[in-house]
Nanobody, 124 residues
Framework: QVQLMESGGGLVQAGDSLRLSCAASVLTFNNYPMAWFRQAPGKEREFAAA????????YYADSVKGRFTIYRDNAKKTVYLQMNSLEPEDTGVYYC?????????????????WGQGTQVTVSS
């Protein structure tokens, strides 16, 4: 069983930066590819970024590429999402997710474990 806890959300202005954290309670954290998803009001949950268990391979949605960076500290059992140049369209609840397997994917159904989410609001 993997438990995930996100933190770091908040209210910021367009152009600002924010870093989200997701702490995992699991013995072998580096065995789990991780991802960040987000869900805007009235919309489906969508993929933002993912990375492999080692952190050496990363994936990004086109909408965040060049602005967001996903990385992990396996010693701290934590994955991060550094978000720069935030836009109002980035507003939503951000969820971290973990999966059992060798690589990361971008589909919600590919992930077995989810955090409760953290709210990010970007004002214009």
């Amino acid at each position: 069983q993997v438990q995930l806890m996100e933190s770091g959300g908040g209210l910021v202005q367009a152009g600002d930066s924010l870093r989200l954290s997701c702490a995992a309670s699991v013995l072998t954290f580096n065995n789990y590819p991780m991802a960040w998803f987000r869900q805007a009001p009235g919309k489906e949950r969508e993929f933002a970024a993912a990375l492999s268990g080692s952190g050496s391979t990363t994936y990004y949605a086109d909408s965040v590429k060049g602005r967001f960076t996903i990385y992990r500290d396996n010693a701290k059992k934590t994955v991060y999402l550094q978000m720069n140049s935030l836009e109002p369209e980035d507003t939503g609840v951000y969820y971290c997710a973990a999966r059992v397997g060798a690589r990361a994917y971008s589909g919600t159904l590919d992930y077995e474990y989810w955090g409760q989410g953290t709210q990010v609001t970007v004002s214009s």
